[in-house]
């Protein structure tokens, strides 16, 4: 599925190109370490950034990966994915390209960051609304993801519901995470 350009609130959204990978990588690290200040211990946020974080490059491939632009500069990224893996970019080792079936499994909302200078400006918004609107048109009626400790109220806003959270090895460091679901349900045709 590759999605074409669209602008909503001043923000525009395309699928993601491989020539984007290192501008989004590093835009990746710097949201990390700017928007998760005082919800993780440094040393945490810096694991997870070297082994966790990062651009999965087959929803890149797969063009459900996308790139959010206000004014042309790369304010953000994110996407949704119909593999079984639900977090980590390239780097992590805990991945599956398994395929979820649509009806019966959730799709996977993935690797959502904002770069610090565009936050509160309806990056990540663009992008969910993206997100939901092409898993549902690939037939799945729910979602999940991994969420940071502070993308937890942007979900939660966003309708997602916490799971007890868990917390991932990265490098023999504990980082917290917590699993969040939501049902898609059809929009109303009036």
Same mark, same amino acid.
């Given at each position: 599925?590759?999605?074409?350009t669209? =602008? =909503?609130?001043?923000?525009?959204? %395309? &699928?993601?190109?491989?020539?984007?990978?290192?501008?989004?990588?590093?835009?990746? !690290?710097?949201?990390?370490a700017?928007?998760?200040?005082?919800f993780?211990?440094p040393?945490?946020?810096?694991?997870?950034?070297?082994?966790?974080?990062?651009?999965?490059?087959?929803?890149?491939?797969?063009?459900s990966?996308?790139?959010?632009?206000?004014?042309?500069?790369? &304010?953000?990224?994110?996407?949704?994915?119909?593999?079984?893996?639900?977090f980590?970019?390239?780097?992590?080792?805990?991945?599956?390209?398994?395929?979820?079936?649509?009806?019966?499994?959730?799709?996977?909302? %993935?690797?959502?960051?904002?770069?610090?200078?565009?936050?509160?400006?309806?990056? $990540?918004?663009?992008?969910? &609304?993206?997100?939901?609107?092409? !898993? %549902?048109?690939?037939?799945?009626?729910?979602?999940?993801?991994?969420?940071?400790?502070? $993308?937890?109220?942007?979900?939660?806003? #966003? $309708?997602?519901?916490?799971?007890?959270?868990? =917390?991932v090895?990265?490098?023999?460091?504990?980082?917290?995470?917590?699993?969040?679901?939501? !049902?898609? #349900?059809?929009?109303?045709?009036?």
């Open positions: 599925m590759v999605m074409s669209a =602008t =909503t609130g001043g923000v525009t959204i %395309r &699928a993601a190109r491989r020539e984007d990978i290192p501008a989004l990588e590093q835009m990746i !690290a710097t949201s990390a700017t928007l998760g200040q005082g993780y211990a040393d945490a946020l810096a694991s997870a950034i070297r082994t966790i974080f990062g651009v999965d490059t087959d929803l890149v491939d797969d063009g990966y996308l790139v959010a632009e206000i004014d042309g500069a790369l &304010a953000g990224c994110g996407g949704w994915s119909r593999f079984a893996t639900l980590g970019g390239d780097r992590y080792a805990d991945r599956s390209a398994a395929l979820l079936v649509p009806g019966q499994d959730a799709a996977r909302i %993935r690797a959502m960051f904002t770069a610090p200078g565009f936050a509160r400006r309806g990056v $990540g918004s663009a992008i969910m &609304a993206a997100s939901e609107a092409a !898993a %549902r048109e690939a037939g799945f009626d729910k979602l999940a993801l991994m969420a940071t400790l502070s $993308g937890v109220p942007f979900y939660e806003s #966003h $309708g997602f519901v916490a799971e007890p959270g868990i =917390t090895d990265a490098d023999g460091i504990a980082v917290p995470f917590v699993p969040m679901t939501k !049902a898609l #349900h059809t929009p109303d045709a009036s």
